[in-house]
């Protein structure tokens, strides 16, 4: 966990410069499965963004799984920036439990008397070797205050999370291995993606999520709006 907002946007920038680097070695090397076969669940705090911050992602996501088939492209439902989760393992081991969600949903609600929607200025979809994201730069310590704010709150309940390394916005996972040489029409695509802009996220959403090869799925138990 980032202990102080400089810490955590120097380790942000740092991830972000990552993606530049790793961009390079897809060039050249192609991209890895990164979704395991047993594939993966846990549960979920996220920032729901506006349509019309989803709507342009999720339509260029769209065309990046048409370059890339076997790609799993996230629709605008959801696209989401992560406050943290938790308890991940593969699906067939993961059942989300009541409790473990009113815990959440009770730290989210103690929270929410004080924050406002953390504004995020998010930048052109840059992509690694497994995952294309949106990278995101909170605007003020908004986004570093809910998330720290978050965690500590249900620590005091007695679960221990990992805060976020970033506010980025992930719209593609690569499921499987592709060549390079198979990868021109991605290529080219990527080259010409767009800026998303500014964010002011509407909602808190807890629940849990099934990840596999085929699909990305969430499963909303209790939805927050936030004060703008």
Same mark, same amino acid.
């Given at each position: 966990? @980032?202990?102080?907002?400089k810490?955590?946007?120097?380790?942000?920038?740092?991830q972000?410069?990552?993606?530049?680097?790793?961009?390079?070695?897809?060039?050249?090397?192609?991209?890895?499965?990164?979704?395991?076969?047993?594939?993966?669940?846990g549960?979920?705090?996220?920032?729901?963004?506006?349509?019309?911050?989803?709507?342009?992602?999720?339509?260029?996501?769209?065309?990046v799984?048409?370059a890339v088939?076997?790609?799993?492209?996230?629709d605008?439902?959801?696209?989401?920036?992560?406050?943290?989760?938790?308890?991940?393992?593969?699906?067939?081991?993961?059942?989300p439990e009541?409790?473990?969600?009113?815990?959440?949903?009770?730290?989210?609600?103690?929270?929410?008397?004080?924050i406002?929607?953390?504004?995020?200025?998010?930048?052109?979809l840059?992509?690694?070797?497994?995952?294309?994201?949106?990278?995101g730069?909170?605007?003020g310590?908004?986004?570093f205050?809910?998330?720290?704010?978050?965690?500590?709150?249900?620590?005091?309940?007695?679960?221990?999370?990992?805060?976020?390394?970033?506010?980025?916005?992930?719209?593609v996972?690569?499921?499987? @291995?592709?060549?390079?040489d198979?990868?021109?029409?991605?290529?080219?695509?990527?080259r010409?993606?767009?800026?998303?802009?500014?964010?002011?996220?509407?909602?808190?959403?807890v629940?849990?999520?099934?990840?596999?090869?085929?699909?990305?799925?969430?499963?909303l138990?209790e939805?927050?709006?936030?004060?703008?």
């Amino acid at each position: 966990m @980032a202990k102080t907002y400089k810490e955590f946007m120097d380790n942000m920038q740092v991830q972000y410069a990552g993606f530049e680097r790793n961009a390079e070695v897809v060039r050249r090397e192609g991209l890895k499965a990164g979704i395991k076969p047993e594939g993966l669940g846990g549960y979920f705090v996220i920032l729901r963004h506006p349509d019309s911050v989803t709507e342009p992602v999720a339509e260029f996501a769209s065309k990046v799984k048409r370059a890339v088939p076997s790609a799993v492209a996230y629709d605008k439902t959801k696209l989401h920036t992560t406050i943290s989760d938790y308890d991940l393992k593969p699906l067939a081991e993961f059942s989300p439990e009541k409790g473990v969600l009113d815990v959440f949903s009770s730290a989210v609600r103690k929270i929410k008397i004080w924050i406002n929607s953390p504004p995020i200025n998010f930048g052109n979809l840059v992509y690694n070797q497994t995952t294309a994201i949106a990278p995101g730069i909170p605007a003020g310590r908004g986004f570093f205050d809910v998330s720290q704010s978050f965690v500590e709150e249900v620590g005091r309940r007695g679960i221990e999370l990992r805060s976020p390394w970033g506010a980025h916005m992930t719209s593609v996972r690569f499921a499987e @291995a592709v060549s390079a040489d198979r990868l021109e029409d991605f290529f080219s695509l990527m080259r010409d993606a767009p800026a998303v802009g500014r964010s002011v996220p509407e909602y808190i959403d807890v629940g849990s999520y099934r990840l596999s090869k085929e699909t990305f799925e969430f499963d909303l138990y209790e939805r927050f709006k936030i004060s703008v």
